[in-house]
Each structure stands twice: as structure tokens, then as C-alpha cells.
């Protein structure tokens, strides 16, 4: 059974930093592209950034561009959002995905598993 495991959200003042760690496990780690999105109330989940299954092609959404850096450790099965500059605008439940596939995609329904969230609040 595929386990996503996402931990670090909080509240921070903006400006400030918050690092994100997401945790698989039952499924092939270093062979699946994984993913961060969020979801805001009210608003629709959407995507902030993606990794390949090397860790060498990288993608963001242009909103977190330049503060936000996805990375990930195969060894540990865990990928990592260092999140920079936030602002009250990033406020939302950040969510790790993962997809069964070694390409990333920006679109969630192409994601397989899902972990169950972790809140960051952004404000002074």
C-alpha cells in the first residue's frame, strides 16, 4: 500500500521559511515523479512544483518561481518544498503526490497517491 507522509507546515510571519518533507513508502520511490500542490478555501487545488524520478528536471508554477525548491533524496524516499519569501497568498494545505510514471506532469489527475495534507499559514 502507496503512503504519502507530509510534515513541516505551520504558521510563519511573511518573509519567513518553511521546509516541507513528504515520506513514501509501498511503492518504487526512485522510479516516480513527485509533485507538490496546494489548495487554498475556497479555491480549486492547484499545482506548485514538480520533480522527475532523478531529481533532474524540475518544474514550478510561476507564483512560487524563485522562492520555492522542490528536491529529493531517493535513498531516504522522501522529497523535500523549501519554501522562501512567503507571503499571506501561500497560505493553503500543501499536498505531496506521487505519480507512477519516471516524467512529472503539472495536471493532479495524473497523480496516483496522495498524502493527506499538511497546513501552512502565512501571517503576521
Known amino acids: 500500500q502507496v503512503q504519502l507522509a507530509e510534515s513541516g507546515g505551520g504558521l510563519v510571519q511573511p518573509g519567513g521559511s518553511l521546509r516541507l518533507t513528504c515520506i513514501a513508502s509501498g511503492h518504487t520511490f526512485s522510479k516516480s515523479a513527485m509533485g507538490w500542490f496546494r489548495q487554498a478555501p475556497g479555491k480549486e487545488r492547484e499545482f506548485v512544483t514538480s520533480?522527475?524520478?532523478?531529481?533532474?528536471?524540475?518544474a514550478h508554477a510561476d507564483s512560487v518561481k524563485g522562492r520555492f525548491t522542490i528536491s529529493r533524496d531517493n535513498a531516504k524516499n522522501t522529497v523535500y518544498l523549501q519554501m522562501n519569501s512567503l507571503k499571506p497568498e501561500d497560505t493553503a494545505v500543501y499536498y505531496c503526490?506521487?505519480?507512477?510514471?519516471?516524467?512529472?506532469?503539472?495536471?493532479?489527475?495524473?497523480?496516483?497517491?496522495w498524502g493527506q495534507g499538511t497546513q501552512v499559514t502565512v501571517s503576521s
Open positions: 503526490a506521487a505519480r507512477i510514471k519516471e516524467w512529472a506532469s503539472r495536471t493532479s489527475s495524473e497523480y496516483d497517491y
Open positions: 520533480i522527475d524520478y532523478s531529481g533532474g528536471v524540475t
